[in-house]
């Protein structure tokens, strides 16, 4: 058993704010000797149990409960607390050797798996949970999913609420940030999503997913500074061989939605011309699949073609 010496050792006076009485099956109850076998050992078979060793006179234990009982409350079922008076039931914090409280033992499979003494803060006790049930992610994960199907189906609107809504919650959560970048691409709001980048942390600026949504605005402003595309094919079909005409006329095709045949052009660049304005069609091939994210279906393909190109 791993006892965590978080407190001091013999903190000897305190009580308890003795809240959450619950039934057998509630997530933060009162437990006694008598039920100790059925609400602690007989429970922990099947989700983690805390168990919250106070005494009435222990102000310490004024402090930590309260903050157990949130973090076990916003668990939201994964791990059960129950507390128990040693003055009213002295044998069983007896057998376990314990002399000062707060002490909190965790219960895994009929046994005590880890602990602390003392009134910890809000987030180590939370680190202390999730050690022992994993990060709780409160349906982010779900909603993150959710908008990146949304936008990739162009329900541009619906992306963005959750992205929104998701930072409301996180307001760092860097998936809802660059998702959020990426939705307001894809509707052409470039400003808004310049705004957004910017409210990247320092720390996070050279993360994959903000590389990508960078890239994905980078285009994006490319393409917006070519015109239209009937002018560009009208300038490609006078001189196929005209490389920056093909050029510029697959970054307009990408800001279009038109993946594949932006792919084509730049290929095809890439095929008559490796070394074209100094590589030029190969490094925008690279920006697009950093866009596109690695594993995009035109990415994987695209790879595979140019190293078929390059190599051959």
Same mark, same amino acid.
């Given at each position: 058993?791993?006892?965590?010496?978080?407190?001091?050792?013999?903190?000897?006076?305190?009580?308890?704010?003795?809240?959450?009485?619950?039934?057998?099956?509630?997530?933060?109850?009162?437990?006694?000797?008598?039920?100790?076998?059925?609400?602690?050992?007989?429970?922990?078979?099947?989700?983690?149990?805390?168990?919250?060793?106070?005494?009435?006179?222990?102000?310490?234990?004024k402090t930590l409960t309260p903050?157990?009982?949130?973090?076990?409350?916003?668990?939201?079922?994964?791990?059960?607390?129950?507390?128990?008076?040693?003055?009213?039931?002295?044998?069983?914090?007896?057998?376990?050797?314990?002399?000062?409280?707060?002490?909190?033992?965790?219960?895994?499979?009929?046994?005590?798996?880890?602990?602390?003494?003392?009134?910890?803060?809000?987030?180590?006790?939370?680190?202390?949970?999730?050690?022992?049930?994993? &990060?709780?992610?409160?349906?982010?994960?779900? $909603? %993150?999913?959710? +908008?990146?199907? *949304?936008? !990739?189906? #162009? /329900? =541009?609107?619906?992306?963005?609420?959750?992205?929104?809504?998701?930072?409301?919650?996180?307001?760092?959560?860097?998936?809802?940030?660059?998702?959020?970048?990426?939705?307001?691409?894809?509707?052409?709001?470039?400003?808004?999503?310049?705004?957004?980048?910017?409210?990247?942390?320092?720390?996070?600026?050279?993360? &994959?997913?903000?590389?990508?949504?960078?890239? $994905? %605005?980078?285009? +994006?402003?490319? *393409?917006? !500074?070519? #015109? /239209? =595309?009937?002018?560009?094919?009208?300038?490609?079909?006078?001189?196929?061989?005209?490389?920056?005409?093909?050029?510029?006329?697959?970054?307009?095709?990408?800001?279009?939605?038109?993946?594949?045949?932006?792919?084509i052009h730049l290929l095809d660049?890439?095929?008559?011309?490796?070394?074209?304005?100094?590589?030029?069609?190969?490094?925008?091939?690279?920006?697009?699949?950093?866009?596109?994210?690695?594993?995009?279906?035109?990415?994987?393909?695209?790879?595979?073609?140019?190293?078929?190109?390059?190599?051959?």
């Amino acid at each position: 058993m791993l006892l965590n010496q978080a407190g001091a050792k013999g903190a000897g006076a305190g009580a308890s704010t003795s809240a959450g009485n619950g039934a057998a099956g509630g997530d933060i109850i009162d437990t006694t000797t008598q039920t100790f076998m059925a609400e602690v050992m007989e429970e922990s078979k099947r989700r983690p149990v805390l168990v919250d060793f106070w005494a009435p006179w222990c102000g310490p234990c004024k402090t930590l409960t309260p903050v157990i009982e949130k973090v076990v409350k916003a668990a939201k079922g994964k791990v059960r607390l129950a507390k128990l008076n040693i003055d009213d039931h002295p044998v069983i914090p007896g057998k376990l050797g314990i002399q000062s409280v707060p002490t909190v033992y965790a219960f895994v499979n009929g046994q005590p798996v880890d602990g602390f003494q003392g009134a910890l803060p809000e987030g180590q006790v939370k680190a202390f949970i999730d050690r022992l049930i994993g &990060p709780a992610d409160d349906g982010l994960e779900e $909603a %993150l999913a959710a +908008a990146d199907g *949304a936008l !990739a189906q #162009g /329900d =541009l609107t619906a992306a963005a609420e959750i992205f929104v809504g998701v930072l409301g919650e996180e307001p760092d959560n860097l998936k809802a940030l660059t998702g959020l970048v990426r939705t307001q691409v894809a509707a052409g709001a470039l400003e808004q999503a310049k705004a957004t980048l910017a409210m990247v942390p320092a720390d996070k600026q050279n993360d &994959p997913l903000v590389n990508a949504a960078r890239a $994905a %605005l980078d285009v +994006a402003e490319q *393409a917006a !500074a070519l #015109g /239209d =595309l009937a002018t560009l094919e009208a300038k490609l079909d006078l001189d196929p061989s005209d490389h920056q005409a093909r050029f510029d006329l697959a970054l307009a095709l990408n800001g279009k939605g038109r993946r594949e045949q932006a792919l084509i052009h730049l290929l095809d660049i890439v095929k008559r011309d490796r070394a074209w304005n100094e590589d030029a069609a190969r490094k925008q091939l690279v920006q697009l699949f950093e866009a596109w994210g690695p594993t995009d279906p035109l990415t994987i393909s695209g790879r595979k073609k140019l190293s078929a190109i390059m190599f051959a």
